[in-house]
């Protein structure tokens, strides 16, 4: 069954870059357009993905979420879920840091 990505989803959690970067680049023809739905929005499949990477010099980062989904592909259901839990643990603990440094950083700002 081949698994289609948006452009979104491709160019923030696979090649780690802004969604207008990787849009801009298939508009410049910088990177092969793929097939697009019924909708008209892109969809992208794996090949499409490592072309991309290799174009926009980001290979390195979909080459770890290829292995990534490797593990989690041959790890047990419940092996699943803790990775997935583990997953949305760490986003709330960096949203948690994000706010402490933030908060931070408008404590030094008053004292200056």
């Given at each position: 069954?081949?698994?289609f990505?948006?452009?979104?989803?491709?160019?923030?959690?696979?090649?780690?870059?802004?969604?207008?970067?990787?849009?801009?680049?298939?508009?410049?023809?910088?990177v092969?357009?793929?097939?697009?739905?019924?909708?008209?929005?892109?969809?992208w499949?794996?090949?499409?993905?490592?072309?991309?990477?290799?174009?926009?010099?980001?290979?390195?980062?979909?080459?770890v979420?290829?292995?990534?989904?490797?593990?989690?592909?041959?790890?047990?259901?419940?092996?699943?879920?803790?990775?997935?839990?583990?997953?949305?643990?760490g986003q709330?603990?960096r949203?948690e840091?994000?706010?402490?440094?933030?908060?931070?950083?408008?404590?030094?700002?008053?004292?200056?």
């Amino acid at each position: 069954m081949i698994e289609f990505y948006s452009t979104r989803q491709v160019a923030q959690k696979i090649l780690k870059i802004k969604p207008d970067n990787l849009q801009k680049a298939v508009w410049q023809n910088r990177v092969k357009a793929p097939s697009k739905g019924p909708s008209g929005q892109y969809l992208w499949t794996i090949p499409d993905i490592e072309s991309a990477s290799w174009h926009l010099r980001r290979h390195r980062e979909f080459e770890v979420w290829r292995q990534m989904n490797a593990l989690i592909d041959a790890s047990s259901p419940a092996d699943r879920k803790a990775i997935d839990r583990g997953r949305r643990e760490g986003q709330l603990l960096r949203r948690e840091l994000e706010n402490q440094l933030h908060k931070g950083a408008g404590i030094v700002a008053d004292h200056l």
